[in-house]
């Protein structure tokens, strides 16, 4: 466990202006937030902070925008149900530096909360850019990380920042990295891993290392239809990334050389609408239909990975296995959690599981109150499982 200051070490702050990151990249569907866990878990890192009268300024990024500004990524959808979870006013600025934050801030009274504006609305957020950064801390006299779920990015809010402020992490980090070396410090064997969700890219990489700490990977969602073109398999119009398709064959052998199973589904839902109650059927894996998309892994494929969670004596789980959020596609999703559920209360299985979708999947299967240890983070969660020291961690310690 790295060490590094908490909120247990900051003193006489009534007045001062702290930068607190967190993650509000919540669930959102038609506007509205359907999933308000990453909210509760900085509830208290913000309440506390308020309550000691420090001058409360929240950073966040929201989705990952591509060219500036977009108003569907504005974190003032947010803010309402922020207020609602803290119970409390906070005010919004509709830029995350210059004059529009400045002003903001100056307004503040003490114990005050006030969210700025989308992070990566500006370039230099992603980039760790010196200046972007320097134009943040212009607003704060301290630095609090409680993103535990965005620590896997070394960006200016969540990794630049605390070179150029006294930096403190907040109760969820720290919380969120007992609980994991808690749970899978020396996890029992069989581990299994599900890895699932749409963030191909950014998580692939990561599999090649997951692999070597992991006895079988069971491969859903958008990533199995990535490792399934690799193979050769025809995936119509699936969520895909070909141009991953050498990188999938390399864990592929990297899983046979390290022992580790590597499952993929073996029929598929498919619909040519993503949309609720679309028209579906279930077909094999290998007679995918061209104009056809695979949405959800069929009930074959649901019974291998039943039997994959009854193997294990430790299920590690990010990334739901279809689209979950529309009906019927959250089936297999649906019944993997509450098999994973029924096996831990039965005694016979730590289930953790993380992601800010994979959360909202557990909570709509009724699933997440069993489970062993739920993180709010699935990137970064499993970035930490692979043995990496993340950098919005390490910076922290001073490394
Ligand atoms: N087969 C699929 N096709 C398209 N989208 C999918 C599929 N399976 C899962 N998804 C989507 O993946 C998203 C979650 O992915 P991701 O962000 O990687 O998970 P998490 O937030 O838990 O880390 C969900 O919005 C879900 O609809
Ligand atoms: O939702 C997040 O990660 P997750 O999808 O791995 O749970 C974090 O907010 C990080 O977002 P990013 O993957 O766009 O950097």
Redo the contacts with the bound molecule.
């Keep these: 466990m790295p060490a590094f200051k908490t909120l247990d070490d900051l003193s006489g702050i009534a007045g001062k202006r702290v930068l607190v990151r967190v993650d509000l990249n919540v669930?959102v569907k038609d506007g509205k937030v359907t999933d308000t866990t990453r909210i509760e878990r900085v509830a208290p890192t913000i309440l506390e902070l308020s309550k000691k009268g420090a001058k409360v300024v929240l950073l966040a990024h929201f989705g990952r925008p591509k060219e500036g500004p977009s108003p569907d990524l504005s974190l003032s959808l947010i803010a309402p149900d922020v207020s609602k979870v803290l119970g409390k006013p906070v005010a919004t600025a509709s830029d995350s530096i210059g004059e529009a934050a400045a002003s903001a801030v100056a307004g503040m009274k003490d114990g005050d909360i006030l969210l700025l504006e989308n992070t990566r609305f500006h370039k230099g957020e992603e980039k760790n850019d010196a200046e972007f950064t320097k134009a943040l801390a212009a607003n704060g006299d301290i630095y609090v990380n409680d993103a535990f779920s965005a620590a896997h990015r070394a960006h200016a809010s969540t990794e630049g920042l605390a070179h150029l402020l006294p930096a403190y992490a907040g109760r969820t980090m720290q919380q969120e990295l007992e609980a994991l070396e808690k749970g899978l410090g020396s996890p029992a064997r069989p581990v299994v891993a599900i890895v699932?969700?749409?963030?191909v890219s950014t998580?692939i990489d990561l599999l090649m290392n997951l692999v070597k700490k992991v006895d079988a990977l069971v491969i859903?969602?958008?990533m199995?239809?990535t490792f399934l073109a690799a193979r050769g398999t025809n995936v119509g119009k699936?969520?895909c990334e070909h141009d991953l398709g050498e990188t999938a064959k390399q864990i592929m052998i990297e899983a046979a050389t390290a022992g580790c199973a590597i499952i993929l589904p073996e029929d598929g839902v498919v619909a040519r609408e993503?949309k609720a109650g679309a028209a579906n059927q279930t077909v094999d894996i290998n007679a995918i239909p061209e104009d056809a998309?695979?949405?959800?892994v069929g009930p074959k494929s649901v019974e291998v990975v039943k039997a994959w969670i009854e193997r294990a004596q430790t299920l590690v789980w990010?990334?739901?296995?279809?689209?979950?959020?529309?009906e019927p596609?959250d089936k297999a999703t649906v019944a993997a959690a509450k098999y994973a559920a029924e096996r831990t209360k039965a005694g016979k299985l730590t289930s953790v599981a993380?992601?800010?979708?994979?959360?909202s999947?557990l909570n709509h299967a009724g699933a997440a109150d069993d489970f062993s240890y739920v993180s709010t983070a699935?990137?970064a969660f499993l970035e930490w499982m692979e043995g990496k020291i993340l950098p919005g961690v390490a910076v922290l310690s001073g490394k």
């Design positions: 669930p699932g969700g749409a963030k998580k859903g969602g958008g199995a239809n699936s969520l993503f998309m695979v949405l959800d990010n990334g739901p296995l279809g689209a979950f959020e529309i596609f993380g992601g800010g979708d994979t959360v999947a699935g990137g």
